[in-house]
């Protein structure tokens, strides 16, 4: 018995004390992000290696979502004489949740992974140390740019994977499920209000910090090896995947709390 509670108080300490080393590795990126210098070129080279990149994959998610999205709501409705319905289900659908959640699962495995390995790897080979030895922050350098861009350039994602679902949604729609055009779009664009995108944009914001502190405090924090960097890479896509759907949860509960 006694064993019992030792190892729950271990797990319970363990978890408590990585939330309050994430937090101070987190606000100690963004109070010396905010001070000067800056590394514009850094935060650049990272908005296209965040944003640009990942468009293939977030588009090819996005729209198979919104096709199989329009498959399975009309399968389902059609039971109901309520087929009109499949568009409004889409457009919700993919600006509340999928939009959001899809496009940071696919970055975190993307994006997150490539971070924990590259900072991973410069504190394998000492470069990290390097940088301190040349008076350069590390934090400020290779952490608050990531965070930055990842906390812009996600929810920009997310709008085009809301365009792109919705279009997918459209296709199957229209040219397979013998929707009128003009109809579909007209009951797209009934029910969808501002908050819909705002709430999914606002989602994407945290997803996109997540992701990337996820990625940056595994890879800073790894240990010497390839091992290190590898367990580096799987603890930070697994961590951020896991903090996307907690997040996700409380997020909704908080946004469409009546």
């Known amino acids: 018995m006694l064993n019992i509670l030792e190892n729950i108080g271990h797990i319970v300490l363990l978890f408590f004390g990585n939330c309050g080393r994430i937090s101070l590795f987190f606000l100690n990126s963004i109070r010396h992000g905010l001070q000067p210098p800056w590394y514009g070129r850094q935060f650049l080279a990272q908005l296209v290696q965040i944003g ?9 998610t996005a729209i198979f979502t919104g096709m199989v999205l329009a498959l399975q709501s009309y399968t389902g409705f059609s039971r109901f004489s309520a087929e009109s319905a499949v568009a409004t289900v889409v457009v919700l659908s993919m600006t509340r949740e999928l939009g959001p959640v899809l496009a940071g699962l696919m970055v975190a495995g993307r ?5 924990a390995a590259e900072i991973a790897t410069m504190r394998v080979t000492e470069q990290i140390d390097a940088l301190t030895t040349l008076s350069t922050n590390p934090l400020k350098y290779l952490v608050a740019p990531r965070i930055l861009a990842g906390f812009i ?12 679902g919705v279009f ?8 397979k499920l013998g929707f009128n055009p003009a109809n579909y779009i007209q009951q797209t664009w009934k029910y969808l209000v501002a908050d819909d995108v705002i709430s999914g944009l606002i989602k994407a914001s945290v997803f996109g910090i997540i992701i990337t ?7 800073y924090n790894s240990a010497r090896g390839a091992e290190g960097v590898g367990r ?4 930070a896509v ?10 996700n949860y409380a997020l909704t509960a908080l946004l469409f709390e009546k």
């Open 238 to 247: 697994v961590s951020a995947s896991i903090l996307i759907l907690i997040m």
């Open 52 to 60: 640009y990149f990942s468009l293939p994959v977030v588009g090819l």
């Open 153 to 164: 350039m996600l929810p920009a994602l997310v709008v085009v994977a809301d365009i792109i």
């Open 232 to 235: 580096a890479t799987t603890n």
């Open 168 to 175: 997918g949604g459209y296709i199957v729609g229209v040219y």
């Open 213 to 219: 502190l996820m990625g940056c405090y595994h890879g």
């Open 111 to 115: 994006v997150g992974a490539a971070m």
